[in-house]
């Protein structure tokens, strides 16, 4: 089957096998290998995607259901060779270790925090709780997300400011 799908921003076009799974597609069709696959269950979140900006678990979503859609993926958190905030955070919290995880964390945080912008402690618990790590026990990377937040928001204050001309002194 012919596909159109929009990842990162790219529109791609592909032929794929009906019965393949988007975690497949992104890495073996688009060679986008920071989502992982863990369990081909859901059980780990390893392959969190966002799919119209919901997060979305990329082995048990067909590549077919993601036509005419746009998918997201932990490459394209990045802009311009600069890591995202969350990134950032991530990698200042230590709330990576082996990093397996990583990428499902980190697209399970920004979906997260795109529709929770200053999440609790049990709201990031809670967020995550699709998600398995199992290096790090959590602590680090829920400062992480909390940390992200906070840049998130202070960059988007200045960005708002810049946008209004106006000055905060």
């Known amino acids: 089957m012919k596909i159109r799908v929009k990842v990162n921003g790219q529109l791609y076009e592909s032929d794929v096998e009906p019965r393949t799974l988007l975690a497949y597609y992104l890495r073996d069709e688009l060679k986008l290998t ?40 932990v490459e394209g958190l990045e802009k311009d060779g600069e890591m995202h905030p969350l990134q950032k955070a991530f990698w200042e919290e230590h709330a990576l270790q082996c990093g397996y995880c990583t990428p499902g964390m980190l697209m399970s945080s920004y ?31 829920v400062k992480a997300v909390k940390s992200a937040a906070r840049k998130m928001a202070t960059q988007e204050s200045l960005e708002e400011v810049a946008t209004s001309g106006t000055s905060t002194d």
């Open 111 to 141: 979906a997260l925090l795109k529709e929770n912008p200053a999440p609790t402690e049990e709201q990031i618990r809670e967020g995550l709780s699709g998600n398995i790590c199992r290096c790090t026990g959590y602590v680090n990377i």
């Open 34 to 73: 920071g989502t992982h696959i863990g369990c081909d269950t859901t059980s780990c979140g390893a392959c969190t995607v966002l799919l119209d900006g919901k997060a979305v678990k990329s082995c048990t979503v067909l590549a077919v259901q993601a036509d005419g859609r746009e998918v997201l993926t």
